[in-house]
């Protein structure tokens, strides 16, 4: 059974700091990672996709990668903006079904 | 990016009765769609996978008979939470995946249900 672990659950940050959330899995045989963005009381929004041939993805100040091998991914956000406050949540697919980490909650302060 | 469209957004019911809400994806057909359940401060919870055409997949100790899920067309899946009580109070949220089993999952923007 596939597991995921984010950490750390929550942090926070001055504006401006460049910061790295980890996403670690323990079934690397994945067909994709992906990087979701949840606000309170809304629904998920995607903002990286990373298929299991990929080592990254890069959209703006984020980037994600990710290591199958040894079950991790990371998201680094640069340059961080009270507007990434925000809940990070990363999902595995493999076999249609995407199993989620518990998150990690981000604060940015101006 | 793709949309899915959640319907209503926020739903406040007495107990016993039925609630419906609706799932759209609305520009890529999609024959598999997802629901899900979120408690405060927590990460969401699989409730069922809704195939296009077929009886849905429940995930263990999901009671089948109290959500009923159809999937009738391509682009709509409904959740009908049946006889509702105040403990199926919950943000539900349902994704729909585009094209392939490795294809991006998009997700709708919740409901939040209240049974009074």
């Known amino acids: 059974k596939q597991e995921v672990t984010q950490i750390p659950a929550a942090l926070s940050v001055p504006e401006g700091e460049n910061l790295v959330l980890n996403c670690s899995f323990t079934d690397s045989a994945i067909y994709n990672l992906q990087w979701f963005r949840q606000d309170p009381g809304k629904g998920l929004t995607s903002l990286l996709l990373i298929q299991s041939s990929q080592r990254e993805q890069t959209s703006g100040r984020l980037n994600a990668s990710l290591d199958k091998s040894s079950g991790r991914s990371t998201l680094y956000i640069a340059a961080s903006q009270p507007g990434d406050s925000a809940t990070y949540l990363c999902?595995?697919?493999?076999?249609?079904?995407?199993?989620f980490g518990d998150g990690t909650t981000l604060t940015v302060k101006p | 990016g793709a949309v899915v469209s959640q319907h209503p957004s926020r739903v406040i019911c007495k107990s016993g009765t039925s609630v419906k809400i609706e799932c759209r994806s609305l520009d890529f057909q999609a024959t598999t769609m997802f629901w899900y359940r979120q408690f405060p401060k927590q990460s969401l919870m699989l409730m069922a996978t809704?195939?296009?055409?077929?009886?849905?997949?429940?995930e263990q100790g999901v009671e089948k008979d109290k959500f009923l899920i159809n999937h009738a067309s391509l682009t709509l899946s409904t959740l009908t939470v049946t006889s509702a009580h105040p403990e199926d109070s919950s943000f539900y949220i349902c994704?729909?995946?585009?094209?392939?089993?490795?294809?991006?999952?998009?997700f709708g923007e919740g409901s939040r249900l209240t049974v009074l």
């Open positions: 809704s195939n296009e055409g077929s009886k849905a997949t429940y």
């Open positions: 999902a595995v697919n493999d076999e249609g079904k995407s199993t």
């Open positions: 994704s729909a995946r585009r094209t392939t089993v490795a294809g991006e999952l998009f």
